[in-house]
T-cell receptor, first 112, second 108 residues
Framework: DVKVTQSSRYLVKRTGEKVFLECVQD?????MFWYRQDPGLGLRLIYF???????EKGDIPEGYSVSREKKERFSLILESASTNQTSMYLC???????????FGPGTRLLVL | GQSLEQPSEVTAVEGAIVQINCTYQ??????LSWYQQHDGGAPTFLSY????GLEETGRFSSFLSRSDSYGYLLLQELQMKDSASYFC?????????FGTGTRLLVSP
């Protein structure tokens, strides 16, 4: 079974803090993704990585950056957290095709 | 731009059949995936259609018509545990563009 883990289930941060969200997958998948999920808006892609040190912006990259130093780990960074970044953050991984993505349990982030 | 439209909510009773429709508008379209998400849980993959036609996996089937930019997920013999949100997602260039989701409520 593919396992995707995220570092925290719940996180509370203050405006202006730098926030790191970590994601690890154990199936040697090439592709990894970060989404945010908000009520009524579905899942929106923040960033995508198709290989180590390779990244591509998704639909809503503003205010975020990512790091992929090792194949199994993909980190999402909020350089200076803002209240409008309060959301559920979901990490996923997939093989080459991309149609089947395996999601982590999510991190619910609250920015005060 | 890219967009996928699906109904926000569908209700049905146990044992019934329900169809969740999805229309899409996206360039570079490769295929249509479907995901299920229970409250508080992570999305899980259900099915993928790359070609026109029906794909069946147990009680769930998914259909795609590329010419109509349309697909649907068909759930048969509904069970209470099928109450969840269902997302269609268009695959383009190894990435998925998700619809806003359909909340399915199954009642006894």
């Amino acid at each position: 079974d593919v396992k995707v883990t995220q570092s925290s289930r719940y996180l509370v941060k203050r405006t202006g803090e730098k926030v790191f969200l970590e994601c690890v997958q154990d199936m040697d998948h090439e592709n990894m993704f970060w989404y945010r999920q908000d009520p009524g808006l579905g899942l929106r892609l923040i960033y995508f990585s198709y290989d180590v040190k390779m990244k591509e912006k998704g639909d809503i990259p503003e205010g975020y950056s990512v790091s992929r130093e090792k194949k199994e780990r993909f980190s999402l960074i909020l350089e200076s957290a803002s209240t409008n970044q309060t959301s559920m953050y979901l990490c996923a991984s997939s093989l080459d095709g991309g149609e089947t993505q395996y999601f982590g349990p999510g991190t619910r982030l609250l920015v005060l | 731009g890219q967009s996928l439209e699906q109904p926000s909510e569908v209700t049905a009773v146990e044992g019934a059949i329900v169809q969740i429709n999805c229309t899409y508008q996206t360039s570079g379209f490769y295929g249509l995936s479907w995901y299920q998400q229970h409250d508080g849980g992570a999305p899980t993959f259900l099915s993928y259609n790359a070609l026109d036609g029906l794909e069946e996996t147990g009680r769930f089937s998914s259909f795609l018509s590329r010419s109509d930019s349309y697909g649907y997920l068909l759930l048969q013999e509904l069970q209470m545990k099928d109450s969840a949100s269902y997302f269609c997602a268009a695959l383009r260039f190894q990435k998925l563009v998700f619809g806003t989701g359909t909340r399915l409520l199954v009642s006894p």
